[in-house]
């Protein structure tokens, strides 16, 4: 299939202030393209103002509803989110990619275990998915959402999630934290050691968790996880996704020379010379070669491939693991070839 599709906006639906959900309508012969597991993301295309701008929100649809809607915060200068809340409307047509991305849940019916997520703000948005994933097709199961946001009025799903707190009395519960409102039945200040010693030892404390999903800020994601690694969580049980990240680079030295790359992309190879002081990406887009990508930040993995042969180093790093790394995948748009031949492939990840 095309990398992009065009699809209808069916429904744009007002979550907060400054949040709307995106309901697509998918037609019956495109719907194999957008089959999703719950806690994948899709990729937005769209030129404004003669630009072109990618960006990838997460679904916040679960499989079993039949439905692909996204979540849309508008943040300060964002061109596509404050677009979208304020100009998009039901009819409209916008560019959607596939479904992708690692942060997943994948049900079995007979399956009886305990999940909780850690979220903040927008981080919501794959987690609502999992969630409703859950508590619909594996019904001896139960979720605990630890949901952080300033005020009440600035929390998107709200009232869905008090919906579905009603409706699945003993297997969902709620933890509402607020860090700039106290409201009645609800943590006041921000998801914080306490707060997840007090949700883990105390309110749960008869609950044994088998898969622990945080999803929001960088330095949130590090915090939660810290914690539960001194209770001694193994790390494949923790999944996470970075809806922001903060700027730790790493500084590559000797990227003076130039690298002959062979690029990999829909079966067609591409070789060509490149200075090392460009990413993987960029060299391969001013080639005008269709290489995925969307954020360019080291956010979402998009932009993933794999070396199968030669050297590259990433500049950022917050999504892989060194297993993942020690297999070949890089996000190529953090990544400099640093030798003389590289061979680099989308295909095969």
């Known amino acids: 299939m095309p990398s992009f599709l065009k699809l209808i906006i069916k429904e744009v639906r007002r979550e907060t202030k400054d949040a709307v959900s995106i309901l697509f309508n998918v037609p019956e012969e495109l719907q194999p393209n957008y089959t999703f597991i719950a806690g994948q993301y899709v990729n ?44 998009l409307k039901a009819g409209d047509a916008l560019e959607v990619g596939k479904p992708e991305g690692k942060f997943i849940f994948e049900p079995q019916t007979d399956r009886q275990k305990n999940y909780v997520a850690f979220v903040s703000g927008s981080g919501i948005t794959p987690v609502i998915s999992i969630l409703k994933s859950v508590l619909k097709s594996e019904p001896k199961s139960s979720f605990v959402l630890v949901y952080g946001n300033k005020t009440p009025e600035e929390t998107i799903f709200s009232k869905e999630l008090h919906d579905l707190q009603l409706q699945y009395v003993g297997r969902l519960f709620i933890h509402f934290v607020f860090s700039q409102a106290k409201a009645e039945d609800a943590l006041f200040g921000r998801i914080e050691k306490s707060a997840v010693n007090y949700v883990l030892n105390n309110k749960h404390k008869e609950l044994e968790f088998d898969k622990f999903y945080l999803c929001g800020p960088e330095e949130m994601i590090e915090l939660v996880s810290g914690v539960l690694k001194e209770k001694n969580v193994k790390e494949s049980a923790i999944k996470f996704e970075l809806f922001t990240s903060s700027s730790h680079e790493n500084v590559i030295k000797d990227l003076g020379g130039h690298s002959k790359i062979t690029i990999m992309v829909d079966d067609e190879e591409t070789t060509f010379e490149m200075s090392q002081k460009q990413t993987i990406l960029e060299a391969a887009l001013k080639q005008g070669i269709d290489a995925p990508y969307s954020c360019q930040g080291g956010i979402c993995s998009s932009c ?19 297993k993942e790394i020690a297999d070949g995948l890089i996000l190529s748009c953090q990544a400099h070839p640093t030798s003389e031949t590289i061979y680099i492939d989308y295909d095969d990840v």
């Open 304 to 322: 993933l491939c794999r070396v199968t042969s030669g050297t590259a180093e990433m500049t950022k790093n917050s999504i892989l693991t060194d």
């Open 44 to 87: 937005i295309r769209l030129t404004l103002d003669g630009q072109e701008i990618r960006r990838a929100y997460s679904i916040c649809s679960s499989p079993e509803s039949g439905e692909l809607r996204i979540a849309v915060k508008a943040v300060k200068n964002g061109t596509f989110s404050q677009f979208a809340n304020t100009k």
